[in-house]
């Protein structure tokens, strides 16, 4: 018979769940809490333990606003701590601990793995071999490339096992240590739809929607991890951290994956068909807007001047954007993309399941903002039609890039489909007296979007619904944007019945459009391309 101190203990343990806060400069505590207990009780062990300041400040999980009740909060959730943009000013500092502070951080493993509700086993042993070569004094090494900062953690043999990306050393991030500072986590950041601090869950989401390694895709998670290599700006002389106990950070850790070279320091021509294809796939789901050369890793699988090599995508910080915008996709010039997909690769396009993939997400990364998600089943959509009309993957990246006329951009033909569509669920017309009838953000925004896009009749679906090209132009990577940011369509403007009514409309426009495409046979890969991107 079971003993009734047992029992309570088991129910005690059922009603406590662990969460971890971070600060909007990137300090982050592990806490248990109480079915009982709200918000203000978090703000308040903050305030206590880290020495923060929380009057006027918010506490936020994705994108809901947390007030009293965290019942919807489950276990192993990364929490936002900020403060409110009206109490926030130049004068005001962010919630940063002071020096003694964090000396007195939660008593908690090295590395704990963040949000696992499926088997994380294969993480598990990653982490564990990790801790253990920490323990036994094989320390980790900095990253010397990229924007934000980024360290290679060693096994016992001292071989690299993974790569520790945190999240608040992002390029604009607070804790950034390379100098490109000047943002608090929330705020947008290299991309304006993507929130700094929030490309470490989108690393993870790229992994979890490449099913079967189809693309190859690391092994990635969500971690809270302790070291003292770990950059802190407002703790600093010269590049040496005062506190020599470490600081915890919420950071991505992905499997490093030994390998020969990337993609930037050898040509294409040697790239398996079937390895640029399957990249291309995931990048065009996702909607990527930074794959870049030197986030495809190349190793060699056989020897000799012409040996087969093998293509891996690392780097996924980007992708599922709040809104669309430019993705930038290295292989959109490559030969093997404008080859047909094979019938293995259409067998897997067809299968892909957009709903399935949204509760997937919702469930294992409960903090991804529902517009990322939309992104994902809007492109996902459109990836399967394109695939049913026979497009190849550069005319399926062709159609989703902008293109540049000067400094002014154009909206991509997918954006220009997306735009039809809004303007029939809104039952909009070249009446502006029709328009002005519309009270709804979405209406307000649709109008708006319409206005700055070039006409129908030069770029997109004109009262034939023919999808014309955009004329030659430029366009930038991630790095080096041209004009201002431009959102010509956002997906989190529409309520749900506006969002369910969008999609169909869409796979209304889409056909034609795919149609009109495949006839028309213009090849845009004579389009030249500038600017090289941005590497985490």
């Given amino acids: 018979m079971e003993s009734p101190i047992s029992n309570k203990m088991s129910v005690s343990l059922l009603n406590k769940r662990r969460v971890f806060v971070q600060t909007e400069n990137g300090c982050v505590l592990g806490m248990e809490l109480e079915r009982k207990d709200d918000a203000h009780t978090v703000k308040r062990r903050m305030q206590l333990t880290l020495n923060v300041p929380t009057a006027e400040t918010s506490l936020t999980f994705g994108d809901i606003l947390l007030n009293n009740d965290l019942s919807a ?6 929490l936002l701590l900020t403060k409110n943009l009206m109490h926030r000013s130049s004068s005001t500092p962010c919630l940063s601990p002071t020096a003694n502070a964090l000396q007195q951080k939660d008593q908690s493993n090295i590395v704990e793995i963040i949000g696992h509700s499926g088997d994380f086993t294969e993480t598990k042993e990653l982490v564990d071999e990790i801790v253990i070569a920490l323990r036994s004094n094989i320390e980790p090494v900095p990253v010397n490339g990229g924007l934000g900062g980024a360290y290679y953690f060693k096994n016992l043999n001292g071989e690299s096992v993974a790569i520790v990306k945190p999240t608040d050393e992002e390029p604009f991030a607070p804790n950034n240590p390379k100098g490109f500072v000047g ?57 040496a951290i005062q506190n020599n106990k470490g600081v915890s950070k919420i950071a991505s850790l992905q499997q490093f994956i030994p390998h020969d070279f990337d993609a930037s320091d050898h040509g294409s021509s040697r790239f398996p068909v079937a390895d640029v294809h399957r990249i291309g796939i995931l990048d065009v789901r996702i909607f990527n807007t930074d794959r870049h050369a030197g986030n495809i890793l190349v190793s060699k699988v056989s020897d000799g ?31 093997q993309a404008s080859i047909p997909f094979s019938e293995t690769e259409l067998e897997y396009i067809k299968s892909l399941d957009a709903n399935f993939d949204a509760k997937m997400l919702r469930k294992e990364l409960p903090m991804i903002r529902e517009a990322c998600i939309r992104v994902l089943i809007l492109c996902t959509s459109f990836l399967k039609e394109a695939a049913t009309f026979g497009l190849c993957l550069a005319e399926i990246g062709g159609m989703m890039s902008r293109q540049f006329r000067f400094s002014d951009q154009e909206p991509s033909e997918l954006e220009v489909i997306c735009l039809e569509a809004m303007k029939q669920v809104m039952g909009l017309s070249d009446s502006e007296e029709q328009i002005d009838e519309k009270d709804s953000k979405f209406a307000k925004s649709a109008m708006v979007n319409q206005t700055r896009a070039l006409s129908y009749n030069q770029v997109g679906l ?75």
């Fill in 73 to 78: 909060i489950r276990t192993d959730s990364p």
């Fill in 305 to 335: 001047e012409f040996g087969r090599v093998e293509l891996i995508p690392i780097d996924h910080g980007l992708c599922l954007p709040e809104c669309l915008e430019d993705p930038y996709f290295e292989w959109i010039h490559w030969p």
């Fill in 462 to 536: 004109g009262k034939k619904g023919r999808v014309k090209a955009c004329a030659n132009g430029v366009r930038s990577s991630a790095k080096e944007s041209v004009g201002a940011p431009t959102s010509f369509v956002k997906v989190k403007d529409m309520n749900e019945d506006e969002w369910r009514l969008f999609l169909m409309k869409f796979k209304e426009l889409v056909g034609p459009a795919m149609a009109a495409r495949k006839i028309s046979g213009i090849n845009m890969r004579n389009n030249p391309r500038i600017g090289s991107s941005c590497q985490f």
């Fill in 183 to 239: 943002k608090v986590l929330g705020q947008p950041g290299l991309k304006q739809s993507v929130k700094v601090g929030e490309t470490g869950f989108r690393e993870v989401a790229a992994y979890l929607l490449d099913h079967d390694h189809f693309a190859r895709v690391p092994l990635t998670s969500l971690v809270k991890i302790t070291h003292s290599i770990f950059n802190l700006n407002d703790c600093v002389i010269g590049n």
